[in-house]
């Protein structure tokens, strides 16, 4: 049976399971490795993953589903996540995030049919003094007003 | 008020986060004292002494935490740093954890030492991107001066820090579902007792401290308690604190001072006061979203932890929020209200079912679809959660309720009436 | 999560059928007959168990306790209880039933449900009884009005999101939330919005049908199949109010115990697929007795209704299965209704025989045999599924009045014995056969005969609750040899129909006698149908064939034959139905080393 992730991959997750006093807390790094080769979490890495550590597939699933930050189908190439909480929204979140779904043509939560961007809002991202906050992928701007998204996405594009 | 920075004194200095601009600076010279002079069990009775109260949010004696660590040594000892920051309104570990981290990292190795632990897990939320990178490369660092690792600073004393990714979930800031998901499993906070100062990570004695307080703890290593007791209020707030503010500013950040600082300066001198000059002051939140909400004429309050709670609050996390007149209250609690539905782990029944018909009922009253007994019931759903979950995510969702309620009642009952939000309608 | 502290608490089973919760007392009940002191010591609603009140007066002392032992006060009641007991299990030893949802013995704490939610002095909140150890000196108050209170709460969250399926949901009568909410609900829902969606009739297994809307949950499920099942398919999905129950795609619930499921579920999320929408459970008559799948003998509850069974579920027996049954178990009488069953005895060359000339023909054609080929050409095989009686009026009258010495009792092995309960050897009274003479089952002996049979040797068989062509290399062409054969069975089987005389005797269900399991211990089972037309047990027919061979002795009901058993056979000395009760009883010396005390995760 070939392996989900490439032999490199599978070589750091065994490294994984010999770094912590239980296996278990080899997961959540397994998966973020899985997720950074493949830019998701299928089924199948599912399985995969499951088996190495030694655990029940419909677990490993379970564990998936709780946290936000795992996909559990692809994202677009530039994950678009916009903060909508209190202080966010105190300095214009709401109207950010709508002129974003309008710029990108997406939905919250969707993906657009061209895999090149993904649209969220997302909880607190602990930034609020450079309200209204966006982090895209693993790259972070705030303050943002809509102008300025504007900028950001054309100098990404 | 002249202050000398502590938590913030290197954070402006370029490549602060690199240890030789820490080390110039006479960082981990903390450390080598307290390795030299103190025992173990000197170094706990130092921080008993010093007054330092965690930072994360409740509050709790450092000292007194690590004292109830089992005296038995069948187990290892864990020492969990808590970098899940993910309280709506703070950002202060972010800060220390991106721009300082050695500051972090040299009162993590004291503590460390202090509760005899040999492995210290860094847990730190999957957003903060930066400060994994910053963080692992500072560990790297250190491990290579002779900080961490074997036999450090040639004390006999053996630690390896593991940095831990957290994957996007509020409530894994928890002590225990931290825990739960660094065992890799789904955030749900463990049933207490056993507390995990006897039954913690893997089973064994742990103890979970917040960033900010291990900051804390480098700066009582440099100095000592007695000095460290004498900053803040003393006997039972001392120490600095770095204090957030967001929201209707002018200046949001995070702004270093004594504990026991009043609210309105650090709104007024450091924020820069309201962000528009035609909107006043509202109401305010001083801790973390969380924590019970403070109507524009209960403001003037010092920010330390015995003087918020007797002002019907709490420091919390000192995620202060502002809100000006332009608020909608209703709108803000409904805000709030998502969040904790959408963070809830969903493990016991009153917070798991009682999030989400708190949301519901807010989203009606926000959007006009009120009834007269709304109002009455979001206080009593709030008062059947508060008390009766695992975790203190019940007192989370239950205090904004009840107090944005209880303060703002007017607003509430308002929109009941006229079936729609008043702020919106022009009034 | 597992809690390091869980106790064994070996103290009092939970209730006769797991998902009822005990009824409270109303208080007009026994609490006021009592007087008014007693009324004010046992507060209204809380059940009271005749004999535990207080006496009226002086505040209750705590009373004396061992090295091993904690005093505590629950509801003004003093209770012993043993170390590690939590304050839920030392409630219960006073006669006090705590309300409760994801609690189950047997499996680890949860502590999700809040409902057990009590007061403790000294503490400024409440605590859940489940997973808080009994201390020394606790002073506890179940139902008080602050408690009262928070467990409407509870309630009144758990309802919000939940459909209202009871018209159509097999829970209904047996479901916690129903009668809860009946003892401790507000009576009313001051809900108004839109419910929770969650998919419904999920076919979340071979067995078992998942209602996701009805979920409460409380994780039993989860824990039954990580702890005791030990399979893993289960587990959380999601979190908040849409966390939900599943299995990972493409692998379902399928384990062989996966209707414990169903059995720990508190609500209707999980139903059993075989009994959905059959009976309403209070039509239910509810027969206790012991499964006769394998050697084991799990403790069971027959329910039937117009005289059919429609559920078997399990029952509680610390020593047998603890709280579990496995699925081929559960549904082990299915053969009653999908195999054919005969009515009245067939008898060659006689249509519409009587019993009373089956038994005629029968004798005859064994005497006739044993006359022309010998004792030696008269054999009989005997089934390990009897019971007690039926195998002891087979020594007794095949063996020694009709003077069949060549007796053999077939196995029936299948598969291995697992980790929990399901034994490898599939009769349930194997050893009984064995402890009474018959010989333990044998294939060589069971061979020998049959090669006999083919080779001529052997021209009369009898046959007790076999069907030969089910065993193993058996040609149909080899019975048509036998110039007798008289075969007793439940069902009309190939070898019924190839017989000089067929009687029909009961199935499962259909009858009273005792079994001995592989522990060694002798269990009851009962009757819980009316048997279809002239069948009877195998003892009463054997007993009627002996008449014909000059039997005198009466023995009217099985209970006479027991009786003879323990007087008879040193093994079951002191034994009687009555000492059997409904846990059953170890058979003397019969004990197999390793084999006794509970399998698998004992709680």
């Known amino acids: 049976m070939s392996l989900p992730v490439r032999p490199e991959t599978d070589r750091r997750i065994d490294d994984l399971l010999a770094r912590f006093p239980q296996k278990g807390s080899a997961l959540l790094p397994a998966l973020y490795l899985i997720q950074e080769e493949t830019g998701w979490v299928s089924e199948a890495s599912m399985e995969y993953v499951a088996g190495k550590i030694g655990l029940s597939p419909a677990f490993v699933s379970g564990v998936v589903s709780f946290y936000t930050m795992f996909h559990r189908q692809p994202v677009g190439r530039q994950h678009v996540q916009i903060c909508r909480t209190l202080p966010c929204a105190l300095r214009g979140a709401d109207a950010l995030m709508a002129h974003a779904a309008k710029r990108l043509g997406v939905k919250d939560g969707q993906t657009r049919a061209d895999g090149a961007y993904s649209l969220a809002s997302v909880e607190c991202l602990g930034a609020c003094d450079r309200a209204p906050f966006v982090q895209i992928n693993d790259l972070e701007f705030g303050p943002v007003d809509p102008s300025g998204l504007d900028d950001i996405l054309k100098r990404l594009e | 008020m002249a202050f000398e920075p502590l938590l913030t004194r290197n954070i402006h200095r370029p490549g602060s986060e690199s240890i030789d601009v820490y080390l110039a600076a006479g960082g981990y010279q903390g450390l080598k004292r307290v390795l030299k002079e103190f025992t173990p069990e000197k170094l706990v009775e130092e921080v008993k002494a010093s007054g330092l109260r965690g930072r994360g949010g409740a509050g709790f004696p450092t000292g007194m935490k690590w004292s109830f660590l089992p005296k038995g040594r069948e187990k290892p000892r864990y020492l969990c740093i808590n970098a899940d920051e993910s309280e709506p309104g703070t950002f202060k570990d972010r800060l220390l954890i991106e721009k300082d981290p050695h500051l972090v990292l040299e009162g993590i190795i004291a503590s460390a030492y202090a509760i005899e632990c040999h492995t210290a897990f860094f847990y730190i939320r999957g957003e903060f991107h930066q400060g994994y990178r910053t963080f692992e490369k500072a560990i790297a660092e250190a491990r290579a001066r002779g900080f961490l690792g074997k036999n450090i600073l040639g004390s006999g004393f053996d630690l390896e820090v593991i940095v831990y990714r957290g994957a996007g979930a509020y409530i894994c800031g928890e002590e225990t579902a931290l825990l739960e998901s660094l065992e890799g499993k789904r955030g749900y906070p463990r049933i207490k007792p056993p507390f995990p100062a006897i039954v913690g990570l893997y089973g064994c004695p742990t103890i979970i401290n917040n960033v900010e307080t291990l900051a804390n703890v480098t700066l009582i290593a440099e100095r000592g308690a007695a000095w460290y007791a004498a900053i803040g209020r003393p006997p039972k707030n001392t120490g600095p604190k770095l204090f957030c503010i967001s929201g209707h500013v002018k200046r949001p950040g995070v702004y270093e001072a004594p504990l026991g600082i009043p609210f309105l300066e650090l709104l007024n001198e450091h924020a820069g006061g309201m962000l528009h000059p035609s909107r006043p002051l509202k109401a305010a939140v001083p801790g973390g979203s969380s924590m019970k909400i403070l109507p524009a004429s209960k403001c003037d309050v010092l920010l330390d932890f015995d003087s918020l709670a007797a002002a019907g609050t709490s420091l919390g996390s000192a995620g202060g929020m502002v809100m000006d007149s332009g608020t909608c209250i209703v709108g803000a609690l409904l805000n709030l209200a998502r969040f904790y539905a959408h963070e809830s782990c969903g493990q016991c029944t009153p917070c798991r079912e009682g999030t989400g018909w708190i949301v519901k009922i807010l989203s009606r009253l926000e959007r006009g679809d009120g009834r007269p007994e709304d109002v009455d019931r979001l206080a009593d759903i709030a008062f059947r959660i508060e008390g009766n979950t695992v975790c203190p995510f019940g007192e989370a969702i239950a205090w904004p309720v009840d107090s944005y309620v209880k303060a703002f009642r007017d607003e509430f009952e308002d929109h009941a009436r006229r079936h729609a939000c008043p702020m919106r309608a022009g009034a | ?603």
């Not at chain 3, 083919?454 to 069907?467: I, N, P, T, W």
């Open chain 3, 1 to 603: 999560m597992s809690d390091p502290q869980t106790p064994e608490p070996r103290l009092s089973p939970p209730p006769h059928q797991p998902n009822v919760p005990s009824p409270v007392a109303s208080t007009g009940g026994p609490a006021a007959a009592a007087g008014p002191a007693a009324a004010l010591a046992a507060p209204a609603g809380a059940p009271v168990v005749p004999g535990t009140a207080p006496a009226p007066g002086a505040a209750p002392a705590l009373p004396q306790t061992g090295p091993d032992e904690v005093a505590l006060l629950i509801d003004d009641r003093p209770v012993v209880v043993r170390k590690g007991t939590t304050v839920l299990q030392a409630a219960e030893k006073a006669g006090i039933l705590v309300p409760h949802y994801c609690y189950y013995p047997g499996m680890s704490i949860a502590g999700n449900c809040r409902m057990c939610l009590v007061e403790i002095e000294k503490m400024p909140k409440l605590q859940i009884g489940c997973a808080t150890v009994a201390a020394p000196g606790m002073v506890v108050r179940t139902n008080n009005e602050r408690v009262r209170g928070v467990r409407a709460g509870i309630q009144e969250f758990l309802l919000i999101n939940h459909p209202l399926d009871c018209p159509i949901c097999d829970q209904a009568g047996e479901c916690r939330l129903q009668s809860y909410e009946k003892d401790y609900g507000r009576g009313f829902s001051r809900f108004a919005e839109e419910k929770v969606h969650f998919p419904k009739r999920y076919d979340i297994g071979r067995s078992v049908l998942f209602d996701a809307e009805r979920c409460i949950k409380c994780t039993r499920c989860i824990r039954f199949c990580d702890e005791v099942s030990q399979s893993h398919e289960l587990a959380l999905f999601s979190r908040g109010d849409h966390a939900i129950v599943g299995t990972f795609p493409g692998r379902p619930l399928d384990n062989p115990y996966s209707g414990c499921t169903a059995d720990v579920c508190p609500v209707g999320a999980l139903t059993w697929k075989p009994f959905r929408f059959k009976a309403r459970v209070w039509f239910l008559k509810n027969v206790p007795s012991v499964c006769a799948g394998c050697a084991r003998g799990c403790n069971v509850n027959v329910a039937t209704f117009r005289n059919r069974i429609h559920r078997m579920t399990p029952r509680v027996n610390a020593e047998v299965n603890t709280y579990w049954m496995c699925d081929a178990g559960r549904q082990s009488y299915d053969t009653l209704y999908s195999r054919p069953r005969f009515e009245r005895p067939i008898v060659r060359g006689l249509p519409d025989a009587t019993v009373e000339q089956a038994l005629d023909r029968a004798a005859a054609l064994l005497r006739d045999t044993a006359k022309t080929g010998g004792k030696e050409s008269v054999a009989a095989i005997v089934s390990a599924r009897l019971s007690l009686e039926d195998h002891y009026m087979a020594k007794r009258i095949l063996g020694e009045l009709a003077g069949i010495t060549r007796l053999a009792v077939p196995p029936h092995e299948e598969g291995e014995d697992d980790h929990l309960l399901i034994r490898r050897d599939k009769t349930p009274n194997a050893r009984g056969a064995e402890l009474l003479g018959l010989g333990a089952p044998s294939s060589g002996r069971v061979r020998e005969i049959l090669d006999d049979v083919a080779s001529g040797r052997v021209k009369g068989l009898v046959v007790v609750g076999e069907d030969l062509l089910d065993l193993a290399g058996v040609a149909p062409a080899t019975l048509d040899r036998l110039e007798a054969l008289i075969v007793l069975d439940a069902w009309k089987s190939p070898t019924v129909e190839r017989a000089h005389v067929a009687i029909p005797s009961c199935g499962y269900g259909e009858f009273e006698g005792t079994m001995v399991n592989f522990q060694g211990r002798a269990q009851r089972l009962r009757a819980a149908l009316r048997p279809p037309g002239e069948a009877d047990p195998a003892w009463r027919i054997l007993r009627d064939l002996g008449r014909r061979f000059g039997l005198t002795s009466e023995y009217a009901t099985a209970q006479a034959i027991f009786d003879e058993i323990a007087a008879k056979v040193p093994a079951f000395s002191g034994l009687t139905f009555r000492a059997l009760g409904d846990l059953g009883a170890p058979v003397r010396g019969a004990a197999v080393p390793g084999a006794a005390g509970a399998p698998g995760t004992v709680a």
